[in-house]
């Protein structure tokens, strides 16, 4: 399974954007790149997925590098309620779906 | 609402014993995920089931079992629980296997 290195954390101010980098250097030609996010006492939360092009949904952004060796989730707002761990994933179409959680980035958000 | 319902929310329990985890997709969804979230180990894909059958494992013990039945609520069993299970045990679902996935709200597992 390819692996995806994210930093530990991330602080952000409440109302303005946070980028969370994700690197993928060994992501392979039909891995697609999930993002989720873990909230304190529930369960992991599906954010966004894309393949190659961007990708907006009403929840945040994603910014794929043109070469896919590495991604930005994107938040264009942060709240106090976006605090939670933000994984990036790498997902292979053929391999039943499964999910291959690293420790991904720990985000705070200060008011 | 993530339509995935997890029972029970939290079990105590002993070494030695055996425990089911039940989880109900929504109605329709084929594909059923079984995830440990351990402090150590942090979040690990055990098994999935599609349909009734298995597609996927992942990290399972041999101590551990699964199933989906015809209605497609799958269980997890666990069996001569160890102190290091303690975890939390969440199902995840998704119509058709690729999908994004949605999980339930977890089963806290705790043995004493």
């Known amino acids: 399974d390819a692996k995806t290195t994210q930093p530990n954390s991330m602080e952000s101010n409440e109302e303005e954007p946070v980028h969370l980098p994700c690197n993928h250097s060994?992501?392979?030609?039909?891995?697609?790149i999930h993002w989720y996010r873990q909230l304190p006492s529930q369960g992991p939360e599906y954010v966004i997925h894309g393949l190659t092009s961007n990708v907006n949904n009403r929840m945040a952004s994603l910014a794929i590098a043109e070469d896919r060796k590495s991604s930005t989730l994107i938040l264009h707002r942060a709240t106090l309620r976006d605090a939670a761990v933000y994984y990036c994933i790498l997902r292979e179409d053929n391999q039943g779906g499964k999910l291959i959680f690293g420790q991904g980035t720990e985000l705070s958000v200060k008011p | 609402d993530s339509g995935v319902t997890q029972t029970p929310k939290h079990l105590i329990t002993a070494t030695g014993q055996r425990v089911t985890l039940r989880c109900s997709p929504r109605s329709g969804d084929l594909s059923v995920y079984w995830y440990q979230q351990s402090l150590d180990q942090g979040l690990q894909f055990l098994i999935q089931y599609y349909n009734g059958e298995e597609r996927a494992k992942g990290n399972i013990l041999e101590r551990f079992s699964a199933q989906q039945f015809p209605d497609l609520h799958s269980e997890l069993n666990l069996s001569s629980l160890e102190l290091g299970d303690s975890a939390l045990y969440f199902c995840a679902r998704t119509p058709e296997g690729n999908q994004p996935q949605h999980f339930g709200d977890g089963t806290r597992l705790s043995i004493l």
């Open positions: 060994t992501i392979s030609g039909t891995d697609y």
